[in-house]
């Protein structure tokens, strides 16, 4: 079995909704670990993981089941979702770390 894993850079990327509750939106940078190419995906911050897992999946041929996901360190789960990572909407901004 073949697995591979991905890493995942987060930049934050406010989009206009047409719903009344406009939903934040933030841009996702999915790359294989050997340092292939990028895929960019515009996701909410409610939104599952699961989503996103699936759409990367799809798009490269690949099956969910052989295909970890991990951002920093740690393994991501289908169920979570980007409000759950705070850490992710950190962006670097004259040499200072600043959150957003």
């Known amino acids: 079995?073949?697995?591979?894993?991905?890493t995942i850079?987060?930049?934050c990327a406010p989009k206009k909704s047409r719903s009344r509750t406009p939903q934040?939106?933030?841009?996702?940078k999915v790359k294989?670990?050997?340092g292939g190419e990028e895929d960019v995906y515009k996701i909410g911050?409610?939104?599952h993981?699961?989503?996103l897992m699936e759409a990367y999946c799809n798009n490269r041929n690949l099956e969910e089941?052989?295909?970890r996901f991990i951002f920093g360190?740690?393994?991501l789960k289908p169920r979570s979702t980007p409000a759950q990572f705070p850490e992710l909407f950190l962006t670097v901004e004259d040499g200072r770390r600043r959150r957003h």
Do not use: E, P
């Open 49 to 51: 993981m699961s989503r």
């Open 9 to 11: 850079s987060v930049s």
């Open 24 to 28: 934040k939106k933030i841009t996702v």
């Open 73 to 75: 360190k740690k393994q």
């Open 1 to 6: 079995m073949v697995s591979s894993s991905t």
């Open 32 to 34: 294989t670990q050997q």
């Open 65 to 67: 089941g052989t295909v």
């Open 45 to 47: 911050y409610g939104t």
